[in-house]
């Protein structure tokens, strides 16, 4: 998978999770390799939803769109 079509699924990724959560902002959905610690506790601190919650729905969203983002979801 190339770096476009990560980003172009990551792109996918946070409009989904932005549906769910709308007060999420796109430097709360700021992704890098890597630090997907870092990026599940901004979702947690902005939505006040647990944090296994956050990550079920990261999961869930990865999941349905098949992407390769690479945010440790899976």
Same mark, same amino acid.
């Given at each position: ?17 932005? #549906? *769910?959560?709308?007060?999420? %902002? ?5 992704? $890098? ?7 599940? /506790?901004?979702? #947690? *601190?902005?939505?006040?939803? %647990? ?5 079920? $729905? ?7 769109? /098949? ?8």
């Amino acid at each position: 998978m190339t770096k476009l079509e990560v980003k172009g699924d990551w792109n996918i990724v946070k409009g989904k999770l932005k #549906q *769910k959560w709308a007060k999420l %902002t796109e430097d709360d959905l700021q992704y $890098a390799e890597g630090k997907h610690e870092e990026l599940f /506790g901004r979702i #947690q *601190k902005r939505t006040g939803e %647990t944090r296994e919650a956050v990550e079920k $729905a990261v999961r869930e969203v990865c999941s349905s769109c /098949g992407c390769g983002c690479g945010c440790g979801c899976k």
